[in-house]
């Protein structure tokens, strides 16, 4: 498999599959890769000639230091992982800091007509600014037609599809399905971190989801939420930060439900000292 860590080798072997007329698939990562990855990559070696994977551990979209110290750093691993996919069809795109930042590890400013302030925005402080200068950079260094993100992070989809739009990049964003355990907690890497009676305990979150989802015909926004929170009040190793109906387009809570709108539940979790998100869609 071939795997390159500085940008201008990528970018050149880039240029010269695209000469040969291959198209490039591309997955932007934090490595820690599982199932849920691996998904993505299938989807993008279904709709391309060539995957990129990149695997960095992005500095400035974490708010929380602790978080970005303990976040898992498996490379070896990762491209064994994917080896077990492709060997020749997938290249992998590892970078330093300073290959991607410089000297600068700092973050630009965005604004993405308000995206960005409501669920993940408005608890994890500067996250969606970093998110964005990463993935502009990713975008313009790998120069894919296709990129594919999971909907577990579908915040952050609908801002990149934004960044995309805005600065009129030339590649197509395409939201993947939750990939989930067979218990139904949705796949992250953050997962293998867990304790025994955290992970044992977290398909609540999902269980929760789904019965949302079933109130969702009958019961206003108000009420479910209020149902959510009592039940977590009852389970003692998961805190709810936030349980939250919104319109997806916007991603504004619901105020009264419209039957022209499409709407998801947003949830994010504490399970001791990992922090967990989930969605449904509800109609
Ligand atoms: O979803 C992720 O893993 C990260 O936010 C991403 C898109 C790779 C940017 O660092």
């Avoid at 795109?93 to 993405?112: L, R």
């Avoid at 950079?137 to 990129?147: H, M, P, Q, Y």
């Avoid at 739009?165 to 218990?183: P, Q, S, T």
């Avoid at 003692?236 to 998801?264: G, Q």
Wanted: with cysteine; charged share 25%.
């Amino acid at each position: 498999m071939k795997i390159f860590h500085k940008k201008t080798n990528l970018s050149h072997h880039i240029d010269r599959l695209k000469a040969d007329g291959k198209s490039i698939g591309f997955i932007p990562t934090m490595g820690a890769l599982h199932d849920g990855h691996l998904s993505l990559v299938n989807k993008g070696l279904s709709q391309n000639d060539i995957v990129v994977v990149s695997i960095f551990v992005n500095p400035t979209q974490f708010d929380n230091q602790e978080d970005l110290v303990k976040y898992p750093r498996t490379l070896k691993s990762d491209v064994e992982l994917l080896e077990t996919v492709s060997n020749v069809l997938i290249i992998v795109y590892a970078p330093s800091v300073k290959d991607i930042y410089d000297d600068n590890v700092q973050s630009q400013s965005f604004s993405f007509d308000g995206l960005e302030y409501e669920m993940e925005g408005a608890f994890r402080d500067g996250h969606f600014d970093g998110v964005a200068t990463i993935v502009k950079r990713l975008f313009e260094i790998v120069n894919a037609d296709n990129a594919y993100f999971g909907e577990k992070d579908f915040q952050q989809l609908q801002i990149i599809k934004k960044l995309v739009e805005l600065n009129k990049m030339h590649v197509n964003v395409i939201g993947c399905e939750i990939h989930r355990a067979e218990d139904g907690l949705a796949m992250s890497s953050r997962n293998t971190r867990l304790t025994k009676n955290h992970r044992a305990a977290a398909p609540f979150i999902y269980k929760t989801l789904k019965t949302a989802k079933k109130k969702f015909g009958t019961k206003s926004a108000k009420r479910i939420t209020e149902w959510v929170n009592l039940e977590f009040n009852k389970q003692p190793l998961l805190e709810l930060e936030y349980f939250i109906i919104s319109d997806v387009k916007t991603l504004k809570p619901v105020k009264r439900k419209s039957t022209k709108k499409i709407y998801r539940a947003f949830i994010a979790v504490y399970a001791g000292d990992i922090r967990l998100i989930d969605n449904i869609a509800l109609n």
